[in-house]
C-alpha cells in the first residue's frame, strides 16, 4: 500500500530550473534509499541521483554540477534540485524508494508514476 507521486514536471527553457517532488505515503514504517531515474524517448531508464537513508548521494556524471537530490524523512518527500536544463535533460522522471514497512521487513521498491520534463531549445 506504498504509493509514489511525483510532482514539478513541465516545461522550461534552456538554462532555467525546476525541482520534482516525489511524496511517498501509505504503509511506510522507514525508507530506505531513494533515487531519480528517467527516460527519454526510445531510450533505456537511467538513474540521475540517488540518496541513502544516511543521507550519502550518488550522480549520474551528466547530472553532478547541476542537480541535487534531497530528502524530507519527516515529510516523507524526496526532491530533486535541476539547474542549467538542457534539451538533453527533456525526459520522464521516476521517483523510486526502498521501503519498509514494519522493523522486521526488509523492504521492498516503489515506483512512482512519473512527470515529464521538456526543456525547449
Known amino acids: 500500500q506504498v504509493q509514489l507521486v511525483e510532482s514539478g514536471g513541465g516545461l522550461v527553457q534552456t538554462g532555467g530550473s525546476l525541482r520534482l517532488s516525489c511524496a511517498a505515503s501509505g504503509s511506510i514504517f522507514t525508507i530506505v534509499d531513494m533515487g531519480w531515474y528517467r527516460q527519454a524517448p526510445g531510450k533505456q531508464r537511467e538513474l540521475v541521483a540517488i540518496?541513502?537513508?544516511?543521507?550519502?548521494?550518488g550522480y549520474a556524471g551528466s547530472a553532478k554540477g547541476r542537480f541535487t537530490i534531497a530528502r524530507d524523512n519527516a515529510k516523507n518527500t524526496m526532491y530533486l534540485q535541476m539547474n542549467s536544463l538542457s534539451a538533453e535533460d527533456t525526459a520522464v522522471y521516476y521517483c523510486?524508494?526502498?521501503?519498509?514497512?514494519?522493523?522486521?521487513?526488509?523492504?521492498?521498491?516503489?515506483w512512482g508514476q512519473g512527470t515529464q520534463v521538456t526543456v525547449s531549445s
Open positions: 523510486n524508494a526502498n521501503v519498509r514497512s514494519s522493523w522486521s521487513d526488509a523492504g521492498r521498491t516503489h
Open positions: 540518496i541513502t537513508s544516511g543521507g550519502r548521494t
